[in-house]
């Protein structure tokens, strides 16, 4: 099973693996990039498109399937500036982080057939560096890629090019998953967007504590090194993450915030044991080896 002729619009970290996967696979007859001119260059000399146009209406005209691999409120943008250019029947799938305001989209711009001509996706893979020169062809081998269709379709009522993607994600070694763009965005709040806003504070923590250069912060071990990690990460993208995702993260930090506070309010006290020990049990509920 092939997907034909495929466009990749954005050639960054996950547009780039994507690219590369796809090819490795062989699930892509042609590859089409949009992006920059010198990333056009560049990801033609990695071998990962076939042909490209800095323009995205000319790179989907041809194509039957289209991954809008940028940050989400500029994927959002270009579904609507692609739309008229799409050929008939084309899908169109995306990489966001957040669902449910790139599926609201999609049934404003495509009305009743949005539902067949968007599918949205999340592959939850990815590095707190950026850029298509990190891309790696297997950035998304074993990940969980999570679908999310516009208005709930179930994978039997699938179109033949919503299953031809499907089939496509599992070749490149992705493990597919199906949720509501509403289920998705509530729990990632939670999964992902909240631990990038704990290291994010945690770097800012330190500055104020500190400041930046002060030969005190050479003392640390691992632990600070993988809790800071995620700070590393792009503002512009999580700025947009953010955004789209307001209320959900807003309860989530409201919630992390009432736990730290019950724990500073337990130094001292037996209190602060039994939070450590629910704690513990939980996190090695969620180290469950997965099946």
């Known amino acids: ?4 002729r495929v466009t990749v619009i954005g050639l960054g970290l996950m547009g780039g693996s994507l690219a590369l996967a796809l090819r490795r696979a062989g699930m892509a007859a042609h590859i089409a990039g949009c992006g920059r001119v010198a990333l056009l260059d560049r990801a033609r000399e990695m071998d990962a498109i076939d042909s490209g146009s800095v323009d995205a209406g000319e790179a989907v005209t041809k194509s039957d399937f ?19 250019r799409l050929k008939p029947g084309a899908l169109v799938t995306d990489v966001g982080s957040t669902k449910n305001a790139f599926a609201a989209a999609a049934r404003e711009i495509f009305g009743a057939a949005a539902n067949q001509r968007v599918l949205p996706g999340h592959p939850l893979a990815g590095r707190e560096v950026s850029g298509l020169e990190h891309a790696s062809v297997d ?6 890629w ?14 033949p090019g919503q299953r031809e993607l499907v089939a496509a994600l599992k070749a490149i070694g992705a493990r597919v998953t199906f949720s509501t763009p509403e289920e998705h965005d509530r729990t990632l709040a939670y999964t992902s967007h909240l631990p990038q806003m704990l290291s994010t504070a945690l770097s800012l923590t330190l500055e104020q504590a500190f400041g930046q250069g002060n030969p005190a912060l050479q003392v640390h071990a691992g632990g600070l090194r993988t809790m800071l990690r995620l700070a590393e990460s792009d503002p512009a993208m999580w700025e947009q993450i953010a955004d789209s995702n307001q209320a959900n993260l807003a309860k989530a930090l409201e919630r992390m915030e009432a736990e730290l506070r019950k724990l500073r309010e337990s130094l001292g006290s037996a209190e602060f044991r039994k939070k450590f020990e629910q704690g513990r049990e939980f996190a090695k ?3 469950i ?3």
Do not use: H
């Open 285 to 287: 509920f969620l180290k």
């Open 289 to 291: 080896p997965r099946e």
């Open 66 to 84: 289209v991954f809008l691999c940028t940050p989400v409120e500029t994927s959002i943008k270009l579904m609507a500036q692609i739309a008229p």
């Open 146 to 159: 999570v679908l999310t269709p516009v208005d709930g379709a179930r994978e039997k009522d699938f179109t």
């Open 1 to 4: 099973m092939s997907l034909n």
């Open 139 to 144: 950035l998304y081998a074993g990940c969980l």
